[in-house]
């Protein structure tokens, strides 16, 4: 079945402790990013790729990292996470940067930093 | 500097009753519109966008470039319409657009 995949999909952390989602599509898609979805805020670009090894911060890129250095997958690293990064994270696909593509999305990883 | 604007966090209507979800945008060039929806506890998907100037599950959108303007309408809402709306705006040039999304609306239909 054609799909992004992040994992986990929940997880507790505490402040300062490293930490990685992974995301992971199986539709041969060159164009990668990630969300981070806040009430009352909506969706906000974290960081996007274009394709294996090209990547461009998004508008919150913050405290966050990322790496593309296959096509199918795009981690997204909290090297010391605080508690503003509580959040519900999307990662999503498309088969090009184009415009008329349409996004795939992950079923999204909630993470509560104490 | 490209944006979606969605003037409504939260609509609410009874069953039956028409429904207008509001998406605004502002971009000089030509806009590639979409709109994506969230159900409880699911994944985004998209709904429509305006290139295929289709409806889906009753839902209709239309690009009015004047009023840069991209509702979203549906003539009598179902409580299954309960959902998180986003507008999204692909934006760019040659061969890479960059969407960005508005902070959505959500609406929910009374029985």
């Known amino acids: 079945e054609a799909q992004v995949t992040q994992n986990p999909r929940y997880l507790i952390t505490v402040t300062g402790k490293k930490l990685t989602v992974t995301c992971s599509q199986n539709?041969?898609?060159?164009?990668m990013s990630w969300y981070r979805q806040d009430p009352g805020l909506g969706l906000r670009q974290i960081y996007y790729s274009m394709n294996v090894e090209v990547t461009d911060k998004g508008d919150v890129p913050e405290g966050y990292k990322v790496s593309r250095k296959e096509k199918r997958n795009f981690p997204l690293i909290l090297e010391s996470p605080s508690p503003n990064q509580t959040s519900l994270y999307f990662c999503?696909?498309?088969?090009?940067?184009?415009?008329?593509?349409?996004?795939?999305f992950g079923a999204g990883s909630r993470l509560t930093v104490l | 500097a490209q944006r979606v604007t969605q003037p409504e966090k939260l609509l609410s209507v009874f069953k039956g009753a028409p429904v207008e979800l509001k998406c605004n945008y502002s971009y000089s060039g030509s806009p590639e519109l979409f709109w994506y929806v969230q159900y409880s506890r699911q994944r985004l998907q998209l709904l429509l966008r305006?290139?295929s100037r289709e409806s889906i599950k009753g839902f209709t959108a239309d690009l009015n470039k004047g009023e840069t303007s991209f509702h979203l309408k549906k003539p009598f809402a179902q409580e299954e319409d309960s959902a998180m709306y986003y507008c999204a705006l692909k934006f760019g040039s040659g061969g890479s657009y960059i969407p960005t999304f508005g902070r959505g609306t959500s609406l929910i239909v009374h029985p």
């Open positions: 539709m041969n898609h060159e164009y």
């Open positions: 305006h290139i």
């Open positions: 999503a696909s498309s088969l090009y940067p184009s415009g008329a593509n349409v996004l795939t």
